[in-house]
């Protein structure tokens, strides 16, 4: 065998058109995790109260929003296969379908954070701390409609592998949420000072201004003005087509709710432990999430050009680009593991100069690099099958391998001495590790058999 022979082949302009969508995607997903924590510093700032109350309605409103526009983020995928296939007629009634499907999740979003801002009365025996985080919430349910309408226009835009509008947008959403967030927190001239509260009218209003920007730019586009025009149509639903867009999107959404409660939970079970033992958990959590957005912008990416060559019936292509993004994500991820673990002192020195939360929380970034192979193969595969119109198995994976076996295990590892000794925050990590790996194993065993199902159709 020669040398060549034994080398993987990458595709060159596929690996292009991968970082094309891949990287505006990246730093998009970057800005919108900058703005979780200026929302942080700023209530923060504005009093101990404020901040807990914001992290508290956070923690508690965020999940919920999020996983119900995970339900859309299946019509990237579904219009790439459209247009991969030529069928560009088929994308404008996805738009509209998704816009109807919309309405409900927005209706059905308000309700749950309507009905779980009474909860904390309960949580708390702060009065104070209850209100502020229940007028946290009453002000983020004001951008909920802009927040989950936006993965409507942002799925087509990435169906057309076009990420720079996302990203455009969300650099100017960072910049603009500085001043706001001051501006509601603190007061100025006639408008009042709302604390923590402010920072969540803060964000409602960058949710306005972010989907009215994605609806401007594809308004005057001469590419997309034509999808903008059917997607705004009062048209009477089709009922099979609301179905389908729903039956490929819940999984993801409830695959989502899953894991993000999962690692939220596991946090509440160390929170016993102390306050170094909770700041030094939230501070390797708070890197991880940095890191994550790499494999997650990656499996974004995939998903629509796996869609797109599905669509277009080369399986070659296909193949090639998963070769391709294999090859290229895991060096970069290797990397970063390395980079975490030999400068992991000096990131934890960023967040804080308690000596204890340095000493510990750079133990646990030691966990975390080791996780990014099994976190940075499931997020790849997810969007692979996302892209293969096969979600299901992701709720089902996610579901079991997270709250049957993940919650559990974290629980027995952190708090008792049943396996091992006691082994605190480093127990979750140890989890979280198993966890991965087994769901990075399950999706890619489902993967393996949906590869070659979706070309035998």
Same mark, same amino acid.
């Given at each position: +065998?020669?040398?060549?022979?034994?080398?993987?082949?990458?595709?060159?302009?596929e690996?292009?058109?991968?970082? &094309?969508?891949?990287?505006?995607?990246?730093?998009?997903?970057?800005?919108?995790?900058?703005?979780?924590?200026i929302?942080?510093?700023?209530?923060?700032?504005?009093?101990?109260?404020?901040?807990?109350?914001?992290?508290?309605?956070?923690?508690?409103?965020?999940? +919920?929003?999020?996983?119900?526009?995970?339900?859309?983020?299946?019509?990237?995928?579904?219009?790439?296969?459209?247009?991969?296939?030529?069928?560009?007629?088929?994308?404008?009634?996805?738009?509209?379908?998704?816009?109807?499907?919309?309405?409900?999740?927005?209706?059905?979003?308000?309700?749950?954070?309507?009905?779980?801002? =009474?909860i904390?009365?309960?949580?708390?025996?702060?009065?104070?701390?209850?209100?502020?985080?229940?007028?946290?919430? %009453?002000?983020?349910?004001?951008?909920?409609p802009?927040?989950?309408?936006?993965?409507?226009?942002?799925? #087509?835009?990435?169906g057309?592998?076009?990420?720079?509008?996302?990203?455009?947008?969300?650099?100017?959403?960072?910049?603009?949420?500085?001043?706001?967030?001051?501006?509601?927190?603190?007061g100025?001239?006639?408008?009042?000072?709302?604390?923590?509260?402010?920072?969540?009218?803060?964000?409602?209003?960058?949710?306005?201004?972010?989907?009215?920007?994605?609806?401007? +730019?594809?308004?005057?586009?001469?590419? #997309?003005?034509? %999808?903008?025009?059917?997607?705004?149509? +009062?048209r009477?639903?089709?009922?099979?087509?609301?179905?389908?867009? =729903?039956?490929?999107?819940?999984?993801?959404?409830?695959?989502?709710?899953?894991?993000?409660?999962?690692?939220?939970?596991?946090?509440?079970?160390? &929170?016993?432990?102390?306050?170094?033992?909770?700041?030094?958990?939230?501070?390797?959590?708070?890197?991880?999430?940095?890191?994550?957005?790499?494999?997650?912008?990656?499996?974004?990416?995939?998903?629509?050009?796996?869609?797109? #060559?599905?669509?277009?019936?080369?399986?070659?292509?296909?193949?090639?680009?998963?070769?391709?993004?294999?090859?290229?994500?895991?060096s970069?991820?290797?990397?970063?593991?390395?980079?975490?673990?030999?400068?992991?002192?000096?990131?934890?020195?960023?967040?804080?100069?308690?000596?204890e939360?340095?000493?510990?929380?750079?133990?646990?970034?030691? %966990?975390?690099?080791? %996780?990014q192979?099994?976190?940075?193969?499931?997020?790849?595969?997810?969007?692979?099958?996302?892209?293969?119109?096969?979600?299901?198995?992701?709720?089902?994976?996610?579901?079991?391998?997270?709250?049957?076996?993940?919650?559990?295990?974290a629980?027995?590892?952190?708090?008792?001495?049943?396996?091992?000794?006691?082994?605190?925050?480093?127990?979750?990590?140890?989890?979280?590790?198993?966890?991965?790996?087994?769901?990075?194993?399950?999706?890619?065993?489902?993967?393996?058999?949906?590869?070659?199902?979706?070309?035998?159709?």
């Amino acid at each position: +065998m020669s040398a060549n022979q034994g080398r993987v082949k990458l595709d060159g302009a596929e690996l292009r058109r991968l970082l &094309a969508l891949m990287l505006p995607l990246y730093v998009a997903n970057l800005m919108y995790v900058g703005m979780g924590v200026i929302d942080t510093i700023v209530a923060g700032r504005a009093g101990d109260v404020d901040l807990a109350g914001v992290a508290l309605g956070s923690a508690t409103a965020m999940p +919920m929003i999020i996983a119900l526009g995970a339900v859309l983020t299946i019509v990237g995928p579904m219009v790439s296969r459209f247009r991969g296939a030529g069928q560009f007629q088929n994308i404008g009634l996805v738009l509209n379908n998704a816009k109807i499907l919309a309405c409900f999740l927005i209706a059905a979003a308000l309700v749950c954070i309507w009905a779980a801002s =009474f909860i904390f009365p309960f949580i708390t025996d702060d009065p104070a701390l209850a209100g502020v985080a229940r007028d946290y919430m %009453y002000m983020l349910m004001l951008g909920v409609p802009a927040q989950i309408m936006v993965r409507v226009v942002q799925g #087509h835009f990435e169906g057309f592998g076009q990420t720079r509008p996302a990203l455009v947008l969300s650099v100017l959403s960072l910049l603009c949420n500085i001043p706001l967030n001051y501006l509601f927190a603190f007061g100025w001239g006639p408008i009042p000072a709302m604390g923590g509260a402010g920072c969540g009218l803060a964000t409602a209003v960058i949710q306005w201004l972010n989907f009215s920007g994605l609806l401007g +730019m594809m308004r005057f586009s001469s590419t #997309h003005a034509r %999808y903008c025009r059917q997607l705004l149509a +009062m048209r009477a639903p089709v009922g099979a087509l609301c179905r389908r867009i =729903f039956s490929l999107g819940l999984p993801m959404g409830i695959a989502t709710l899953c894991e993000m409660s999962f690692f939220t939970v596991v946090t509440l079970v160390i &929170a016993p432990l102390g306050t170094v033992a909770v700041s030094s958990q939230q501070v390797a959590i708070n890197v991880s999430g940095l890191i994550f957005m790499f494999p997650f912008s990656m499996g974004i990416a995939a998903s629509i050009r796996g869609a797109f #060559h599905i669509g277009a019936r080369n399986r070659k292509a296909f193949d090639a680009m998963v070769r391709t993004v294999y090859v290229f994500m895991f060096s970069i991820v290797l990397v970063i593991m390395l980079g975490t673990i030999f400068l992991r002192e000096p990131i934890v020195s960023l967040y804080t100069d308690s000596e204890e939360i340095v000493a510990l929380a750079s133990t646990l970034l030691v %966990y975390c690099a080791a %996780y990014q192979i099994p976190d940075a193969q499931q997020a790849l595969v997810g969007g692979l099958l996302r892209g293969c119109h096969d979600t299901k198995i992701i709720t089902w994976v996610n579901l079991i391998n997270y709250w049957l076996v993940g919650f559990p295990l974290a629980c027995i590892l952190i708090r008792t001495d049943w396996i091992v000794p006691a082994m605190g925050p480093a127990g979750a990590w140890v989890c979280f590790i198993i966890t991965l790996t087994l769901t990075a194993v399950a999706l890619s065993w489902r993967f393996s058999r949906t590869r070659v199902r979706v070309f035998c159709r």
